[in-house]
C-alpha cells in the first residue's frame, strides 16, 4: 500500500481514527492531534506544543487522500545519531511518508559530525564503519515501526563494482582496485582511472558485459539481503563528463545502457518473486533518454528527476518553457534555468510514463542562501503545488537534517503541501509562527520576512549584483532592524512552554549569526576584501564555538562550506 489516506471522526471522547494502513494510521493519529491544537513545530520533545483542552469538547472530523504518493526525506549534511533518528521519528508527524538513508553505508554524513570536520573548537569523538552500520539497522527498525517507505542506496554502486568502500566521496588509489576489474572503468582522455581519485564518481566501461553484469549482480544481491528497503535508487557515478569514450561506449548514450541494466536487474528480481521498487535517476548525463532503449516492465520502476544545478529564485512550473542541449559526450553543461531543466523531464517523460517524483535541494544549500528562510519556504510551496501538473507524484527531499533555524517553517510548509496539494502560503505561515512562538508569532513572521527581504536571496545566488552602494546601504541596515526585533526576542525567552521558550532562544542565537553575516556581505559589497575576510573570520569563530547550542537544529559544517564554496568564493578554504 504505496498511497494514504485517512478518516477521523471523533466528538465528545467516541469515535474513531482510521487509514488505509498501518502508516496511514499513524498519519491520522498525528493529524488528530494537530487538529486538536498540538504542533510539532521541529523534532524533539522541546520542539512539541501541547495545549490544555477538555478532550470531551473535541470534535475532529476529517476525510482525505494524500495529494502525492512520495513525502520523503533524505540524509545528507553532517549529522549525529540523535540528529537521524529524530527526524525519523517526527517526519510522520508532518505529514511525511518515507525516508531514505542513502548511500550502503552513509558514513560520510556522521563522520563529518563525530570528528567535528571543519571545527576546532570541538574534541572530535570519531566513530567507525561499523558503528554507523548499527545506526542503519536502528534507522530500519525505525522506519518500519512508523510503516514508513524505505528508500536506500543511491551512490556507490560502480564502487561497489570495483570493490572499494562506498561510504562517501573519499579518496582512493587505482591501486586499492582489484587487478582483474581495472579494465571495468571507463576510459577517459585515452586512460582507464578512479575519477580524480574519488570511487563513487567513477563510471564504468557500460558496454563492458562483465561491468554490467556485475551491477546488476550487486543489485539483485542487495535487495535479497535487504528485503526491508522498499525503493533501491541504482545510480551511476555522482561526476560528469566523465563517461566512457572506448569505441564500444562513445556511440551510445548512457542512458541506454543504464536502462539495459535495470532490465536486467527486474528480470532476475522478478524471478526470486521479489517486489522492490528499483528507482531510476535523471541527472547529469542521463538528463539525456535513452535513443533506442526502452523498460520492459515498467510497473517496477519509479523514474527520480534531480534537477541539481536549477535556480531556486523561481518555482517549477508547467508552462516553464526551455530547451535541452545537445548531448555532446564528456562536454555537457548543467541546466540552471527552470525552463531548461523542465526540457529534460519532458524528453524522459515521452519514453516512461509512470510512477516519478522529485529528488530537490532546497534544504542542501540553497537555505543558506535566504537567512531568513522565508522566501525560499514560498517558492518551496510552489514547487509542491505544481507538481501534478508536471506530471510528478511526490517529492524526496535530498536536505541538511538540522534545518530549523531561525524556523521550520519551510519544512511544515512541504509537509503540509505533499499532504494537501494546495498551499496558502501567507496563513500557513501564520498558523506556523502562532504555534512555534505563541503570543509574538505574528511579529516573528514579519521579522523573518524582513530578513529574507534585505540578504536579497538572488544576490547571494549570484543572479544578480551583490556589490555597489545600493547593496551596501541594504546590508548595514541589517544590524539596526534586528536590534528593533531584540526586545521581542527578550521577552519571550522566559515566557511561556517549552515549545515557545526554545523558539525564542534560538532566534536569538541566530540574530548575532545575522548581524555577523550582514557585516560581511557590507564589507563586500563596497569591495573591501580584507574586512569581509575579518568579518567573516569572526562568523566562522561565533558558529564553531556557539555549535552545540545549536547542533539539533543548524548544521555548522554545511553553512561553513556553502558560504565559503557558494557565496563568497573568493574565501574559500576546503
Not at 215 to 232: F, K, T
Not at 252 to 273: H, I, K, Q, S
Request: charged share 25%; with cysteine.
Amino acid at each position: 500500500a504505496r498511497d494514504d489516506a485517512i478518516r477521523i471522526d471523533v466528538s465528545e471522547c467516541a469515535g474513531y481514527i482510521t487509514g488505509v494502513n498501518e502508516r496511514s494510521v499513524l498519519l491520522a493519529v498525528y493529524r488528530f492531534f494537530r487538529e486538536a491544537g498540538c504542533a510539532f513545530v521541529r523534532p524533539g520533545r522541546d520542539g512539541e506544543y501541547i495545549p490544555r483542552l477538555s478532550s470531551a469538547a473535541l470534535r475532529v472530523s476529517v476525510c482525505e487522500a494524500a495529494a502525492y504518493r512520495h513525502r520523503a526525506i533524505c540524509i545528507e549534511g553532517a549529522v549525529s545519531y540523535e540528529n537521524v533518528a529524530g527526524i525519523i521519528d517526527w517526519a510522520p508527524k508532518a505529514g511525511f511518508n518515507g525516508y531514505f538513508t542513502q548511500f550502503f553505508t552513509p558514513f560520510e554524513f556522521f563522520d563529518r559530525w563525530y570528528s567535528h570536520r571543519g571545527n576546532p573548537a570541538m574534541t572530535p569523538t570519531p566513530v567507525s564503519v561499523d558503528t554507523v552500520d548499527r545506526f542503519m539497522r536502528d534507522y530500519g527498525a525505525e522506519i518500519k515501526k512508523r510503516g514508513m517507505m524505505h528508500h536506500g542506496v543511491g551512490h556507490g554502486w560502480t564502487a561497489r563494482v570495483l570493490g572499494i568502500g562506498t561510504g562517501g566521496w573519499y579518496q582512493s588509489r587505482d591501486e586499492d582496485i582489484a587487478p582483474d576489474r581495472r579494465d571495468l572503468i571507463a576510459e577517459v582522455d585515452g586512460k582507464r582511472g578512479l575519477w580524480r581519485g574519488v570511487a563513487i564518481n567513477t563510471n564504468l566501461c557500460y558496454s563492458d558485459p562483465r561491468a554490467r553484469e556485475l551491477m546488476v549482480r550487486e543489485i539483485v544481491d542487495y535487495a535479497q539481503g535487504n528485503r526491508d528497503v522498499d525503493y533501491i535508487h541504482c545510480w551511476l557515478a555522482d561526476a560528469a563528463n566523465n563517461h566512457c569514450e572506448c569505441e564500444r561506449c562513445r556511440d551510445t548514450r548512457p542512458a541506454d545502457f543504464y536502462v539495459e541494466m535495470l532490465n536486467e536487474a527486474d528480470a532476475r528480481l522478478a524471478a526470486l518473486g521479489l517486489p522492490t521498487r528499483i528507482v531510476f535517476l535523471i541527472y547529469l548525463e542521463l538528463l539525456w533518454p535513452p535513443e533506442r532503449a526502452r523498460f520492459t516492465n515498467p510497473d517496477r520502476f519509479t523514474l527520480m528527476f534531480a534537477p541539481i544545478s536549477r535556480t531556486y529564485s523561481e518555482p517549477m512550473r508547467p508552462d516553464s518553457r526551455g530547451e535541452m542541449a545537445p548531448f555532446v559526450r564528456n562536454d555537457i553543461t548543467h541546466p540552471r534555468a527552470v525552463g531548461d531543466a523542465m526540457a529534460y523531464l519532458r524528453a524522459w517523460q515521452q519514453v516512461f510514463d509512470g510512477d516519478s517524483f522529485v529528488f530537490d535541494y532546497h534544504y542542501m544549500w540553497d537555505h543558506f542562501m535566504d537567512p531568513g528562510y522565508y522566501e525560499m519556504a514560498r517558492v518551496l510551496g510552489q514547487d509542491i503545488e505544481n507538481l501534478h501538473a508536471l506530471g510528478l507524484n511526490g517529492y524526496v527531499s535530498c536536505q541538511n537534517q538540522r534545518v530549523f533555524l531561525p524556523s521550520g517553517l519551510g519544512m511544515h510548509v512541504l509537509g503540509h503541501t505533499l499532504w494537501s496539494g494546495s498551499l496558502d502560503f501567507e496563513g500557513e505561515a501564520a498558523r506556523y509562527f502562532d504555534a512555534a512562538c505563541g503570543r509574538d508569532g505574528a511579529l516573528c513572521r514579519a521579522y523573518l520576512a524582513g530578513l529574507s527581504r534585505l540578504f536579497e536571496p538572488r544576490a547571494l545566488r549570484g543572479e544578480k549584483p551583490a556589490t555597489g552602494a545600493e547593496a551596501a546601504r541594504r546590508y548595514r541596515g541589517i544590524p539596526a532592524f534586528i536590534d528593533e526585533f531584540l526586545p521581542v526576542i527578550e521577552r519571550n525567552r522566559e515566557a511561556g512552554p517549552l515549545c515557545h521558550r526554545r523558539t525564542w532562544e534560538y532566534l536569538a542565537l541566530h540574530a548575532q549569526l545575522c548581524r555577523g553575516l550582514a557585516v560581511v556581505l557590507a564589507s563586500r559589497a563596497q569591495s573591501d576584501d580584507r574586512a569581509a575576510d575579518d568579518a567573516w573570520a569572526e562568523v566562522r569563530d561565533w558558529a564553531c564555538r556557539n555549535e552545540q547550542r545549536m547542533q539539533p537544529v543548524f548544521d555548522v559544517f554545511e553553512f561553513i562550506s556553502t558560504w565559503e564554496r557558494r557565496i563568497l568564493k573568493r574565501s574559500a578554504k576546503a
